[in-house]
């Protein structure tokens, strides 16, 4: 239910246009994939307190996620991995987190500023490659997903 919450703040903020940072917006959908992938593991039986201190699922059990919707919605198998495979934008979001910095190579994130070259990089003034890769059709496309699935998720708890 927190990541309706989330996607619900990612829809608002982004029906906005350009009023606030784009860092802003793809805060909420990071926390929106994040708590999804979390529902998703708990669902499937994974242990809520051993899963809640790491952020680095997104890019690992977020296409998973999004199989069983495209198969739910009777989409062949080739139709599947293409779109899948074809995506890059699953690490991109994991990588909006400060945790997720790949090691020290990727410190750009939504939420704090980070070093380039001795240059401090406020996250408000960066351009971040996942917000132009949901732009794209496959992008709009994987928002559509995840918006159905963490509906999945909210009706599963209701019942």
Known sequence: MQADADISAWNYLSDLGDEFPACQHL???????????KAYLCHNGF???KIQSSHAYIRKVLPRILEYELAE???????INTFLGSIKLFAEI??????N???????????????????????????????????QTNGQRILKMISFA??????????
């Open 47 to 49: 242990d809520p307190l």
């Open 94 to 99: 994991d990588f909006l987190a400060p945790s």
């Open 27 to 37: 805060h909420f959908l990071q926390m929106a994939c994040e708590k999804l992938t």
């Open 73 to 79: 919605l009777k989409t062949g198998n080739d139709k």
């Open 101 to 135: 910095d790949d090691g020290g190579a990727r410190p750009e994130n939504c939420e704090y500023p980070w070093l380039n070259n001795d240059k401090v990089i406020v996250p408000a003034k960066h351009r971040f490659w996942a917000a132009d890769l949901l732009k």
């Open 150 to 159: 963490i509906k999945r998720y909210c009706d599963l708890e209701d019942s």
